[in-house]
């Protein structure tokens, strides 16, 4: 059989989840499984038009009225761009792969394989330490008070506490005991886990230093706190200050009826005494960073605050939590936020410990805890 009559008995389908996006040069066809794409011309269009089933190249040829071999060549181009795929052996789209149209991937695409595939392998570079390479000035690291009130917070103060015993006892909380939590425990968790320890003078200009890492010092996550059963505190929002340690009033703020408006289905969290969300001030992260891995790396930091928070909680006797199946339209709005500017982007509280054994869940019996070599050796019990 001659290569012409196998590139015509060969079989195309156009790939699933394909984009097409207007940049400057004109429209541009992209896999979500890749960073960028191609030229949106008619001819290539018209091709992935055709293709919404297993079809033969020569079939398809015929339709368009092209040579088969002149087709040949586009269709290994869309193929090498993961626009299309073949029923060759030894095509990219195994079901190991990113592409594969099982697993996952599946899925979560388009929106997650084109996040993932666009922050991957990305080129690294430094501008000037000024700024003068990037875009205006320099957004403030702290925002001015939004509420007419400023509450000062008590100094933090953590009791003697091994790391090693928060860390055995840190455990996600549903259900709570009653009571309110101390202003001085608010004050203390909010105060290490986001709280300003020193300013560097950079060329740029002061950059905060802060418990848990932030990709450039860019520290965008703001702490908004929702407080409910807090003695010494009126309740409703808040906005942490973290540079001087305070709590502002939001004046746009409300509270809402329900902790199920912004987590829904999670009845769990209604007892917690505080609710914290954290949003993050985009442009103080775009200013440095023109990658859409900055995105990426903001989501990271979420957690390592999210940690902190858990950690510090859990030295201080209280029950934390966090989590990421928010209503972020509802969170903002109650908020004040702009959804695009200020996202919101995870939420964590904290309330009394429950009485009895740790329980995950109310209404739930306890699972069973086989405590591991390593678990023995956190608690102190190495036999």
């Given at each position: 059989m001659t290569a012409a009559a196998d590139d015509g008995r060969r079989r195309l389908r156009r790939a699933p989840h394909v984009l097409c996006l207007w940049e400057g040069t004109g429209r541009v066809v992209q896999s979500a499984r890749r960073p960028s794409g191609v030229p949106a011309t008619d001819l290539v269009l018209e091709v992935l038009d055709h293709l919404d089933t297993w079809t033969a190249i020569d079939t398809l040829a015929e339709a368009l009225a092209l040579p088969v071999a002149a087709l040949a060549v586009l269709v290994d181009g869309l193929h090498a761009h993961d626009l299309i795929e073949t029923d060759a052996e030894g095509g990219p789209h195994t079901a190991s792969s990113p592409g594969a149209r099982t697993g996952p991937?599946?899925?979560w695409s388009p929106a997650a394989s084109l996040f993932h595939a666009?922050?991957?392998d990305v080129a690294f570079g430094r501008g000037g330490a000024s700024g003068t390479d990037n875009a205006g000035p320099r957004p403030d690291p702290i925002l001015p008070s939004l509420g007419a009130s400023i509450l000062p917070l008590p100094a933090p103060c953590l009791e003697e506490q091994t790391l090693r015993a928060a860390l055995r006892d840190r455990r996600t909380h549903r259900r709570f005991g009653p009571g309110p939590i101390a202003l001085a425990d608010l004050a203390t968790l909010l105060g290490v886990t986001f709280g300003v320890q020193a300013w560097a003078q950079a060329a740029e200009g002061p950059l905060a230093l802060?418990?848990?890492?932030s990709g450039g010092a860019r520290h965008s996550l703001e702490a908004y706190v929702w407080a409910r059963h807090v003695d010494g505190l009126a309740p409703g929002p808040y906005h942490y200050r973290p540079g001087d340690h305070t709590l502002s009033t939001i004046d746009q703020a409300v509270a809402p009826a329900a902790v199920t408006r912004w987590l829904p289905t999670q009845h769990g969290y209604e007892e917690a005494a505080v609710i914290v969300v954290l949003a993050s001030e985009l442009a103080r992260v775009a200013w440095r960073y023109r990658s859409a891995r900055a995105y990426r790396v903001i989501l990271i930091e979420a957690g390592h605050l999210a940690q902190s928070f858990c950690l510090v909680a859990t030295a201080l006797g209280l029950a934390p939590f966090c989590t990421a199946a928010m209503a972020e339209t509802a969170i903002e709005?109650?908020?004040?936020?702009d959804g695009q500017a200020q996202p919101a982007m995870y939420v964590m509280g904290v309330g009394q410990v429950a009485s009895g054994p740790w329980q995950p869940h109310a209404g739930r019996p306890?699972?069973?805890?086989?405590?591991?070599?390593?678990?023995?050796?956190?608690?102190?019990d190495e036999t």
């Amino acid at each position: 059989m001659t290569a012409a009559a196998d590139d015509g008995r060969r079989r195309l389908r156009r790939a699933p989840h394909v984009l097409c996006l207007w940049e400057g040069t004109g429209r541009v066809v992209q896999s979500a499984r890749r960073p960028s794409g191609v030229p949106a011309t008619d001819l290539v269009l018209e091709v992935l038009d055709h293709l919404d089933t297993w079809t033969a190249i020569d079939t398809l040829a015929e339709a368009l009225a092209l040579p088969v071999a002149a087709l040949a060549v586009l269709v290994d181009g869309l193929h090498a761009h993961d626009l299309i795929e073949t029923d060759a052996e030894g095509g990219p789209h195994t079901a190991s792969s990113p592409g594969a149209r099982t697993g996952p991937w599946a899925a979560w695409s388009p929106a997650a394989s084109l996040f993932h595939a666009a922050t991957r392998d990305v080129a690294f570079g430094r501008g000037g330490a000024s700024g003068t390479d990037n875009a205006g000035p320099r957004p403030d690291p702290i925002l001015p008070s939004l509420g007419a009130s400023i509450l000062p917070l008590p100094a933090p103060c953590l009791e003697e506490q091994t790391l090693r015993a928060a860390l055995r006892d840190r455990r996600t909380h549903r259900r709570f005991g009653p009571g309110p939590i101390a202003l001085a425990d608010l004050a203390t968790l909010l105060g290490v886990t986001f709280g300003v320890q020193a300013w560097a003078q950079a060329a740029e200009g002061p950059l905060a230093l802060k418990t848990s890492p932030s990709g450039g010092a860019r520290h965008s996550l703001e702490a908004y706190v929702w407080a409910r059963h807090v003695d010494g505190l009126a309740p409703g929002p808040y906005h942490y200050r973290p540079g001087d340690h305070t709590l502002s009033t939001i004046d746009q703020a409300v509270a809402p009826a329900a902790v199920t408006r912004w987590l829904p289905t999670q009845h769990g969290y209604e007892e917690a005494a505080v609710i914290v969300v954290l949003a993050s001030e985009l442009a103080r992260v775009a200013w440095r960073y023109r990658s859409a891995r900055a995105y990426r790396v903001i989501l990271i930091e979420a957690g390592h605050l999210a940690q902190s928070f858990c950690l510090v909680a859990t030295a201080l006797g209280l029950a934390p939590f966090c989590t990421a199946a928010m209503a972020e339209t509802a969170i903002e709005t109650d908020l004040g936020l702009d959804g695009q500017a200020q996202p919101a982007m995870y939420v964590m509280g904290v309330g009394q410990v429950a009485s009895g054994p740790w329980q995950p869940h109310a209404g739930r019996p306890a699972p069973r805890l086989d405590v591991t070599a390593l678990g023995r050796g956190l608690i102190g019990d190495e036999t």
